[in-house]
């Protein structure tokens, strides 16, 4: 059986005052692992501007993914 996405915290932030017409943004999105039951969750970092997206996708079901996710993370921050 399939199961449901559930998720804990989805937040998109817009970076322009609504008057400017633009759809820059910042998209959070992350499951919920159920208290560490369900390793497979989904947790996507979006960062768009009017023509173009980067989204960074963070698994974190096993110990050495995290190690990758988190540096991942430390990495895009020093290049912003």
């Not at 059986?1 to 998109?12: D, G, L, N, P, V």
């Not at 190690?67 to 895009?76: D, E, G, M, P, T």
Request: net charge positive; aromatic share 12%.
């Amino acid at each position: 059986m399939k199961r449901k996405s559930i998720f804990t915290f989805c937040k998109r932030s817009f970076l322009n005052p609504i008057s400017m017409g633009q759809t820059s943004h910042i998209l959070a999105e992350v499951e919920s692992s159920d208290g560490g039951d369900y390793q497979w969750g989904h947790y996507m970092l979006t960062i768009a501007d009017c023509r173009r997206r980067i989204q960074l996708e963070f698994f974190l079901g096993t110990r050495y993914a995290r190690r990758i996710s988190l540096s991942k993370s430390q990495n895009s921050a020093l290049h912003w």
